[in-house]
């Protein structure tokens, strides 16, 4: 089952400080929407509204036809589920029971995991290929390898939507290509912030580009994603490829341009 999300008007800020300005925004059902920004543009404070951990201070989120944020907290942790940039624990669980943590919303008070929630810990520890982890320490596991388990986790909770903050974190090539594969097959709808333009142009239905807490383009990653706009965003040169399989971009950046960090000005020419 997959749930489209509608952002509608959201304003946030932080001691009056306002950090996103009326964002609206789709994500469709069964798809997975990329978020692009440059560092500061709002993409994480976005995702914890839109995973409810966090209240706007004005408009809403709809999940479906439903406000997010007047959903019991138990059913919104089983319709939705978040997956933060990097989770620690001081405690001594083994990865077999980091990814049960994902199950608690679909338990009862003091109740044990069943079948059928066994089943649901072992088919996301396979499917993030850590089921020859499940029974070491979490602790011992490398940073990739943990992120691997926390998506696990994520998808044991079997939600509507999954919210990935930065997922492929600390991963390597081939984990980073694997990850954004599962998540974009899994048929449920995605949402997640991105800083690789390549990795979204490939895996991505739909993009959101931030700027400043505003949207400034929204759309399929053709339209999204091109020189105008990510110069006027990122500050930087791209040049665009044509695949011959898909028309999905492929991005080629500069190297011969002046940066200036923290600006959002068109690159310099060098």
Avoid at 17 to 24: A, F, Q
Avoid at 71 to 96: K, M
Wanted: hydrophobic share 40%; charged share 20%; aromatic share 4%.
């Amino acid at each position: 089952m997959s749930t489209p999300v509608q952002v509608d008007d959201v304003r946030y800020a932080i001691d009056g400080i306002p950090l996103l300005h009326g964002v609206s925004l789709t994500a469709p059902a069964g798809r997975l929407t990329g978020v692009l920004g440059p560092n500061g543009a709002g993409k994480s404070t976005l995702l914890r509204l839109i995973a409810g951990l966090t209240r706007p201070v004005g408009g809403q989120i709809l999940l479906g036809d439903h406000d997010l944020h007047r959903l019991p907290r138990r059913l919104r942790a089983r319709r939705v589920a978040y997956l933060e940039q990097q989770s620690t624990t001081e405690q001594p669980l083994l990865v077999r029971q980091v990814v049960e943590l994902g199950r608690i919303p679909h338990l009862g008070r003091w109740q044990p995991p069943g079948p059928a929630d066994r089943a649901a810990v072992l088919d996301a520890l396979v499917a993030v290929g850590m089921i020859e982890y499940a029974e070491r320490r979490w602790s011992t596991l490398s940073g990739g390898e943990q992120q691997r388990v926390q998506l696990a986790r994520a998808l044991a909770q079997q939600p509507e939507v999954l919210i990935l903050d930065e997922p492929t974190n600390h991963l390597d090539l081939a984990a980073q290509l694997m990850i954004m594969a599962q998540v974009a097959d899994l048929g449920r709808t995605g949402i997640a912030a991105v800083h690789d333009l390549n990795l979204a142009a490939t895996f991505c239905d739909w993009l959101v580009l931030l700027d400043h807490g505003r949207v400034v383009a929204a759309g399929p990653p053709e339209t999204v994603l091109t020189p105008e706009l990510i110069g006027s965003t990122y500050g930087v040169r791209v040049q665009l490829l044509d695949r011959p399989d898909s028309d999905r971009p492929v991005l080629v950046f500069d190297r011969d341009q002046e940066f200036s960090l923290g600006s959002t000005s068109a690159p310099k020419t060098a």
